[in-house]
């Protein structure tokens, strides 16, 4: 399964960048689909995630100003995020997690697949 993500770049503080993601391949199916990063020196982190049955999750130091969509039909995954600070700089990563597909078309082995990463870089 692969992901293509895209929509980084540069922007200001307070400002408003979406990403993007789209996932291609053969799979039985999509659990969750998320958004990483990993900002200079630091571990990589959680930012957003959201099942297939639409439950999210979002880093505390997002909450309220990041919101993740997901199209399951299309198989993408968005993050719009607004009032960006210098500390949102990362690059970001797109992340599924699902079932691959097993015999009759039923779900076989699981599958954690990721993109390439995407630079964020928010000025002060």
């Known amino acids: 399964v692969q992901l293509q993500a895209s929509g980084g770049g540069l922007v200001q503080a307070g400002g408003s960048l979406r990403l993007s993601c789209v996932a291609s391949?053969?799979?039985?199916?999509?659990?969750?689909m998320g958004w990483y990063r990993q900002a200079p020196g630091k571990q990589r982190e959680l930012v957003a995630r959201?099942?297939?049955?639409?439950?999210?999750n979002y880093a505390d130091s997002v909450k309220d100003r990041f919101t993740i969509t997901r199209d399951s039909a299309k198989n993408t995954v968005d993050l719009h995020m607004n009032s960006l600070k210098p500390e949102d700089t990362a690059v970001y990563y797109c992340?599924?997690?699902?079932?691959?597909?097993?015999?009759?078309?039923?779900?076989?082995?699981?599958?954690?697949?990721w993109g390439q990463g995407t630079l964020v870089t928010v000025s002060s």
């Open positions: 391949g053969t799979f039985h199916s999509i659990d969750i």
């Open positions: 992340m599924a997690y699902g079932s691959l597909v097993g015999k009759g078309w039923s779900p076989g082995r699981s599958f954690n697949s």
């Open positions: 959201m099942t297939a049955t639409g439950d999210e």
